[in-house]
């Protein structure tokens, strides 16, 4: 079966772009689940419930749900929402439901996966960044907070099909920016990401601690470190700019928690590796601020797998 536009991840990311699209006119969405419990879930419910906390009111998403397990679509745009961790189990997936002309659009936290999904497809991969809030409560019930940005973009080329994809998202109320430079903006929100995340998650508290003393001095240390690794990298940002980029987009998301948050409080794995963990390794010293954090998130995730294993 052919399609415009599919979802790899049905999660918080992945059911609101699932929402905007609907919004937009797009129905039959075919979105692919690593569970087979929760396709079933989904078919029972008839798609994803989307609450629209900006709106204060609730959708129901007619999504097709499928199963890794089940490639049978052709797809021209495929959306990959699942965690960095995820992604190596989805590269299969991916070859066999994209289109000869298709292209793939990588939007996960951190750097590592875009790369990866670059080694397999070359120049048919687009890189993207969310900025938008949304909780996964249930496999079939999403909270969008608000928020109505991605940016997406090709390193190999202009990808100028993602215009197309850029003026039906418009349609639904989410902004989809097409640029030239999305590295930039990748390591811009692995500034923001290793921030925001690791902080709140181990504090297990809402964006708005990284406003608080001690959240702002940890967010200069992490900035400072991140500063250093860009610059090996050819990107050059000044501290007192870059942290009143992250204050900002802090305060205008105080109530939400961040996914990594998410991820600690529903005793799930982390996308640390790929945000602070990449830091620190580009960093390559024995002690620094993101190898603490990143060995503290680890601590956390022990912990969380030894209470599950026992209950």
Known sequence: MSHDICIIGG?????????FLYRAGVTDIPVYFGREETVKAVLREKGVRVYD????????????????????????????????????ETLRLM??????????????????????AEERFGTRVAGGVVYFGAERVSPVYTVYHGGRVVIAGCRHGLCMELTELSRVFKLGGLEFRVVSNIDYYRWLKLALNAVVN????????????????????LASLILTEFIEVAG????????????????????????????MAQDVLNKSPTEIDFINGFIAKELGRDSSINKIITL?????????RSKNSAQ
Do not use: W
């Not at 999660?11 to 929402?19: D, E, K, N, R, W």
């Not at 659009?105 to 590592?112: E, H």
């Not at 503290?296 to 969380?304: D, F, S």
């Open 296 to 304: 503290i998130i680890h601590l956390i995730e022990e912990t969380n």
């Open 95 to 116: 070859e066999k439901i994209m289109d000869v002309d298709g292209v793939i659009v990588m939007l996960q936290n951190g750097i590592g996966s875009l790369e990866l």
């Open 53 to 88: 906390k900006v709106e204060n009111r609730d959708y129901i998403v007619p999504i097709t749900p499928r199963h890794y397990s089940s490639p049978i679509d052709k797809c021209r745009f495929i959306l990959n929402t699942v965690k960095a961790y995820s992604v190596p």
């Open 11 to 19: 999660g918080a990311v992945g059911s609101t772009l699932a929402y």
């Open 232 to 259: 090996k990298h050819g990107f050059r940002f000044e501290l007192d700019r870059l942290l009143e980029y992250v204050v900002n987009n802090v305060r205008s998301t105080g109530d939400n928690y961040s996914s």
């Open 198 to 217: 690791p902080l709140t998650a181990i504090s297990r508290s809402r964006n708005s601690i990284v406003l608080s003393g001690p959240g702002l001095e």
